[in-house]
């Protein structure tokens, strides 16, 4: 299975300000996911971030509000821009898994904004 | 776009017994993801199953597909407290490759 880190763990932001999460996996792996999780919900699929071209956004979310990079196939980032407390949730990415058929996350960031 | 439906949304077992909870998913499942969730934190994989008739075990919880209703079931036997937590069955929607997860299943383990 691969190890997922990611940073932060959480943090508390104003209103307005950005915040950029990381995702360290320990390996190479082709496709890294992006996903928000809003109290109380399940998990909604914020896009699929792509080495070495552009993130591929699911319906309801924008690059200017969520940028994301990958610069190598072991990590990625992602930022939430210009935040209000609706973008209050706990973050994660996830992997396809060095097995088949298998796709694993990280531990989530959660993100609170006053 | 596919929608997965869970259910129950929430239950209370006492420990020792057994339980199931179910996925149902408004299109045909090409695959279909069990995850565990601690509150607050990440998902654990479960088991994936892919095939019609599939099943599988991890310890003490079995997962079968039914590929016709476009059901999978998820089976937790001789329950302990270890097994409280969210469970979510997810599987390949619109993304690419990404996936569609059902609302999740709050399990409470009663001593």
């Known amino acids: 299975s691969a190890v997922i880190s990611q940073k932060p763990s959480r943090d508390i932001c104003q209103r307005g300000t950005s915040l950029t999460i990381q995702c360290q996996v320990d390996s190479q792996v082709t496709m890294m996911f992006w996903y928000r999780q809003q109290p109380g919900q399940s998990l909604t699929l914020i896009a699929t971030?792509?080495?070495?071209?552009?993130?591929?956004?699911e319906s309801g979310f924008v690059i200017d509000k969520f940028p994301i990079s990958r610069p190598n196939l072991t990590f990625s980032t992602l930022t939430v821009s210009n935040m209000s407390p609706e973008d209050s949730s706990i973050y994660l990415c996830?992997?396809?898994?060095?097995?088949?058929?298998?796709?694993?996350f990280g531990p989530g960031t959660r993100l609170t904004v006053l | 776009s596919q929608e997965l439906e869970q259910s129950p949304q929430s239950l209370i077992v006492q420990e020792g017994k057994n339980l199931t909870i179910n996925c149902t998913s408004s299109?045909?499942?090409?695959?279909l993801y069990w995850y565990k969730q601690k509150y607050g934190e990440g998902l654990i994989f479960l088991m994936m199953?892919?095939?019609?008739?599939e099943e599988k075990s991890h310890e003490k919880i079995t997962a079968k597909l039914d590929e016709k209703k476009q059901q999978s079931s998820l089976h937790i036997t001789a329950s302990q407290p270890s097994h409280a937590g969210i469970y979510l069955c997810g599987a390949y929607g619109g993304g690419a490759d990404g996936l569609t997860f059902g609302k999740g299943t709050h399990l409470i383990i009663q001593p």
């Open positions: 299109k045909t499942l090409y695959g």
């Open positions: 199953l892919q095939k019609g008739g």
């Open positions: 971030a792509n080495q070495g071209s552009e993130a591929t956004y």
């Open positions: 996830s992997v396809d898994g060095l097995v088949a058929d298998t796709q694993y």
